[in-house]
């Protein structure tokens, strides 16, 4: 069952000026950031009540956010659902046909489990799922 929209993912090339940006944008700070060595981004949330916005920065010209931002330039990656129950979630939509791109679900930022679905399944939209770590 998809809860809400846990966050709004938005590529950028470089993650500490998009942040004083979005910080004068948002009138806060951001509430989060770290990298992911294993997905070669470094990430950063502003919570804007119930949801967040995550800004996105490539690690390195292989990797797909800087892939994105080259082919398409800074702006909106990905929309983010939080789902109860992650790997039923995977089995109930690759059964109904949706294309994941990840079957298996990874570790993402601040201990949560993800997966993602094919933007080709979803009206050309890249769609993340996730799963809170248990003790939130």
């Known amino acids: ?10 590529a950028v ?6 942040a004083k ?3 004068m944008l948002l009138e806060t700070d951001p509430g989060h950031t770290e990298t992911l060595p294993a997905e070669r981004v470094k990430v950063s949330f502003f919570k804007l009540g119930d949801t967040k916005i995550e800004l996105v920065e490539g690690i390195g010209s292989e990797n797909p956010t800087a892939k994105f931002i080259e082919k398409r330039g800074e702006g909106i990656h990905h929309i983010c659902l939080e789902v109860e129950d992650l790997p039923a979630a995977l089995s109930r ?5 949706f294309p994941l791109i990840d079957k298996v ?6 201990g949560t489990r993800v997966a993602f679905l094919h933007p080709k399944g979803c009206n050309g939209v890249l769609v993340e799922l996730v799963e809170q770590s248990r003790k939130e």
């Open 105 to 110: 679900p990874k570790t993402g930022a601040g």
């Open 93 to 97: 939509l690759d059964a109904a046909g």
């Open 13 to 18: 090339k470089d993650v500490e000026a998009s």
């Open 1 to 10: 069952m998809v809860r809400k929209i846990n966050h709004i993912a938005i």
């Open 21 to 23: 940006l979005f910080k």
